[in-house]
């Protein structure tokens, strides 16, 4: 159904239109949340899978370190600063495999039945990044119960906790939508897994999550300022240690997260029609 055009195509034509783009665009968003969330509810056990990979991070590495004090992490406990570090760590591994279920998609038809729907394909491309952030909070909730349950301090409020949110929703995005590029580009689960591998290690170690940037060789310290991981690390950081030292302001942080995460939907809504092929 199409809007009435007003006699003036400059002024009053234009609202209506943007208005109503808007409106499809966030109801295609939500139709893709919904899809993802009823898969979900259908087969949880990915996420208890995965709820063990952080539980033995924090719980022996953790714990290891913080007894041996080898790595110096200023006015905080070892623990308090690994605690955002794997929660990044978490987002970006659930995230990063997320392509798999493209590529599972593709050979059941239904990212053909995408490409045909009315929605663009930067929105086709949104709507899969912001259904990986609801496998990140589900994770974001688990590290976060068992840094509680190991009583490390952590600072809960409701600002701090909506704050994370948003971290977390910007970090999934981000990282699904690489791993919805690499799946573009490959034709098999096989290929990806590699692939996938060979990415997120050199993410997560070429970061701040386990260590400060401080004690990087100098050749590293450059490749970690320029990997998204670390300002998602430090926007966790920010957030759930307020007394800790970061490397830049908060709004530095998500102002990155928000213009990679923008470049990269672009890049796979162009690559987007190669997953139907």
Known sequence: MSLPVSSDPGAGAARPSVARRLE???????????????????????????????????????????????????????????????????????AIFYGIASIRERELGIITKFL?????????????????????????????????????????????????????VLGSALFSTLSMIIASLVRTQEKFLGIGQLVTMPLFFASNAIYPLSIMPSWLRPVALANPLTYLVDALRILLLPHASSLFPLGVDLGVLVGVTVLLTFVCAALYPRMAQ
């Open 24 to 94: 499809e665009a966030a109801g295609q968003l939500a139709v893709l949340v919904g899809y993802e969330a009823r898969k979900l509810a259908h087969d949880p056990t990915e996420l208890l899978l995965r709820a063990v990979q952080p539980a033995l991070w924090l719980v022996v590495f953790g714990s290891v370190f913080s007894v041996l004090h080898a790595i110096p992490t200023g006015s905080v406990s070892y623990l308090q600063f690994l605690t955002p570090g794997i929660l990044a760590q978490s987002v970006l591994f659930i």
């Open 116 to 168: 045909v729907s009315p929605a663009p394909r930067t929105v086709l491309v949104a709507g899969r990044g912001l259904s990986a952030s609801l496998r990140g909070l589900s994770q974001a909730t688990v590290v976060i119960l068992l840094a509680v349950g190991l009583s490390v301090p952590l600072s809960l409020s409701l600002p701090a906790l909506l704050g994370v949110v948003v971290a977390i």
